[in-house]
């Protein structure tokens, strides 16, 4: 019997849905995949950062940016669609949230982000 060449697999950065099945011949693998964006907690995210955009210590550009980022994707969370714009928000109002020193606010709004993943 012959060796069985080496196989290796090198992942890197995030990776999700992957599943690998080994030394299995003549074998099928099925994954349910659904898309687990958590369109209540962006949700919660906007509703906060509209309601206390004033307390935020940033320049009005910053904050007219962020107002206009969270009214937008807000509504997209409403309707549970564009996953992939809203995460892109969030993102976005993280970057900014970032930048907002000093604000207890902001320090919880960053923290239900970082529940996200994002």
Do not use: C, W, Y
């Not at 964006?37 to 004033?54: P, R, S």
């Not at 606010?105 to 239900?112: Q, R």
């Amino acid at each position: 019997m012959g060796t069985r060449p080496n196989t290796t697999n090198v992942f890197s950065g995030n990776t999700k849905n992957v599943q690998i099945q080994q030394h299995s011949t003549n074998s099928t693998q099925s994954m349910n995949i659904q898309d687990g964006f958590d369109f209540e907690k962006a949700l919660e995210i906007f509703n906060h950062v509209i309601a206390n955009i004033e307390s935020f210590s940033l320049e009005d550009v910053e904050k007219n940016n962020l107002l206009k980022v969270a009214t937008e994707a807000k509504a997209l969370s409403e309707s549970s669609t564009e996953s992939g714009i809203v995460h892109k928000s969030v993102a976005t109002i993280k970057d900014i949230m970032l930048r907002a020193t000093g604000s207890l606010t902001a320090s919880g709004i960053l923290h239900l982000i970082s529940q996200m993943g994002v």
